[in-house]
């Protein structure tokens, strides 16, 4: 009886060995088949399920879900201050390309080939910014950092979604420096705003002189014009009085008032001299 139950073991043995000799791929991985004593490293990618294989041989998972990786990367901006941003991006590899990631990059993937260029390409494009303008600018600044990346990681057999920045960090000598910095720029629009009323006065002050100004030589050349025109006109009364009042006009005149006594002493031809007021006294 125990010799049958040793030869059944021995003859069993290896049948076992080989049923249990195998790997799983499990949801969400992908294997490939390795086989160091033949073909090495297998081409065609393993979806989900059971694999036999000798137990010289394996089959490498590799995930292929997307997986969020999160840095915290230290970053200069516009305005050379030091701030400490955190920034995740979506990877995961190609499933086509598997076989050239695991031989040309490895298992690893994201600490070999991405890490260094999403802090690279972070830190790049937030060097554009001003401290001020991150917050309000990172829709923005997350779809630059996302085509940077996806630019240097073509041919590295990975693939890019999304970028986010959910935090950041700004050390008590950044805030005093902004503190001081708004401070300043407050001041300068101060300064500038006093000299632009400043010579907002002195133009309305220029302005207003210029308008007395005007207006006193409008007075002037006006009067002036006056004067001439009231002289014009006395010069031309004058005139014409002076070419009305004659001798005969003023004897008829004389002759016209009822309160003036005339005494008329012929002087020949040229007319009669008049003597006015003859009660008055003798005229010598």
């Not at 499933?95 to 390409?121: N, Q, W």
């Not at 009323?197 to 007395?212: N, Q, S």
């Not at 005339?262 to 010598?284: C, M, Q, R, W």
Request: charged letters at 25%.
């Amino acid at each position: 009886m125990k010799t049958k139950m040793r030869l059944m073991i021995v003859l069993l043995f290896p049948v076992l060995l080989l049923v249990g000799c195998g790997s799983t791929v499990p949801p969400g991985k992908m294997g490939l088949r390795w086989e160091p004593l033949s073909s090495g490293l297998g081409k065609e990618p393993l979806k989900e399920g059971f694999y036999g294989h000798t137990p010289w041989n394996d089959v490498l998972l590799i995930s292929v879900q997307w997986r969020n990786y999160s840095e915290r990367i230290d970053v200069l901006t516009r305005d050379d201050l030091h701030i400490e941003i955190k920034a995740a991006v979506l990877v995961k590899p190609l499933v086509k390309e598997l076989h050239a990631l695991r031989l040309e990059i490895g298992a690893d993937f994201y600490s070999s080939a991405v890490k260094p260029e999403f802090i690279t390409v972070a830190r790049n494009v937030l060097a554009n910014y001003l401290l001020v303008k991150i917050p309000e600018s990172s829709p923005e600044i997350e779809r630059k950092i996302k085509e940077g990346l996806q630019e240097r990681m073509k041919g590295k057999h990975i693939e890019i979604d999304n970028v986010t920045i959910s935090d950041i960090d700004f050390t008590s000598g950044v805030l005093r420096a902004i503190e001081t910095k708004l401070s300043k720029e407050q001041e300068k629009i101060q300064k500038n705003f006093e000299l632009e009323i400043a010579v907002k006065d002195a133009e309305i002050a220029r302005a207003r002189a210029k308008g007395e100004a005007d207006s006193l030589q409008i007075i002037a050349v006006g009067e002036a014009e006056a004067q001439k025109i009231r002289a014009a006109g006395q010069a031309e009364s004058q005139r014409i009085i002076d070419l009305t009042l004659t001798t005969r006009f003023l004897q008829f005149k004389a002759f016209e008032s009822p309160n003036t006594k005339f005494i008329y002493v012929p002087t020949g031809k040229d007319g009669l001299p008049i003597i006015l007021n003859s009660e008055a006294g003798p005229v010598h």
